[in-house]
């Protein structure tokens, strides 16, 4: 059996189509959808996460802006700029990009950002939400997760998910959607990691198995149920190596949580990585800006 490859990168650009019809439609209604990024410094990875939000929202018509402090920002200035931002009509959403310096509270950032704009998902109020099942936004990386379960044709309904990994941006929120009681959920959920002995007990009775546990390659064939979905979020760069366009240039190798090569030839459906989860995660942050938007447009009697 060689796995079905799911591919990220395609379903997130269906959802991206869909998504820009949505914002034709409320332009037409004088509401343009708009999201504001904060970074401070500027770090390599988080000024490339930032690029790839700017040009995920010029492809669906949302506009964007993004404000950039200096690495000596303080704690005092970036607060101040969320609830400026917190206060403007015109914005939608507005998302703080991590990690920042070391000398600010992330916690008490993030908290700050209006619940009606936390495109991320991650204010304890959409967290709290979330959990008891009435979702305001759902956080971009694990809503993602589950749009490629239903997407590909395995949803999650009446199947063991097991999932390894218990962050809070992934395994946990991950756990919470799934184990409501709705169509798009109603899974039995078991939850695995660093501290579970002898993990591939539980692995190998999945019927869909989640790796998020950002530990290159942890998930062996020898831990995955013969014909399970295996969806790998994991993003981990492990060193360099030749480009396949152009081998005299060095590009990132990156592995995901899962081995690859010989899980795929055990899995009856599987997700890369790269192209897997990654693509999906920046697309479900435009379908919350697009929902905040709509939300403000029905607040308008538009």
Not at 218 to 228: C, T
Not at 256 to 263: A, L, R
């Amino acid at each position: 059996m060689t796995a079905e490859i799911i591919s990220g990168t395609q379903v997130a650009k269906e959802i991206r189509v869909e998504l820009k019809a949505k914002v034709d439609e409320l332009k037409k209604k004088g509401v343009t959808p708009g999201i504001i990024m904060i970074r401070v410094g500027e770090d390599p990875a988080s000024v490339s996460y930032v690029t790839g939000k700017e040009k995920a929202a010029e492809e669906i018509g949302v506009w964007s802006e993004t404000i950039v402090l200096p690495e000596t920002a303080t704690e005092t200035e970036l607060l101040a700029k969320v609830e400026e931002m917190n206060k403007a009509d015109h914005v939608d959403g507005i998302l703080v990009q991590l990690p920042v310096p070391k000398h600010i509270n992330a916690d008490k950032v993030l908290d700050l950002i209006d619940p009606a704009k936390d495109v991320d998902g991650f204010h304890p109020v959409n967290v709290g939400k979330m959990l008891i099942g009435d979702p305001f936004f759902m956080p971009c990386t694990p809503h993602g997760a589950v749009e490629l379960m239903f997407r590909s044709g395995n949803p999650p309904a009446g199947k063991h998910v097991v999932i390894c990994g218990r962050s809070n941006i992934v395994g946990k929120p991950l756990m919470a959607i799934l184990v409501q009681k709705n169509e798009h959920a109603n899974a039995t959920i078991t939850v695995v990691h660093t501290g579970t002995p002898n993990m591939a007990e539980y692995t190998k009775q999945a019927d869909i198995l989640v790796a998020c546990m950002g530990v290159p390659e942890i998930i062996k064939a020898d831990m995955v149920k013969e014909g399970a979905v295996v969806i790998d979020v994991g993003v981990n760069r492990v060193g360099m190596k030749p480009s396949k366009n152009d081998p005299s240039k060095m590009v990132a190798d990156l592995r995901g949580d899962v081995e690859f090569e010989t899980v795929k030839e055990k899995a009856s459906a599987i997700t890369p990585v790269p192209g897997g989860v990654g693509p999906m995660t920046i697309t479900m942050l435009m379908m919350n800006t697009v929902v905040a938007a709509e939300r403000r447009a029905a607040r308008l009697g538009k």
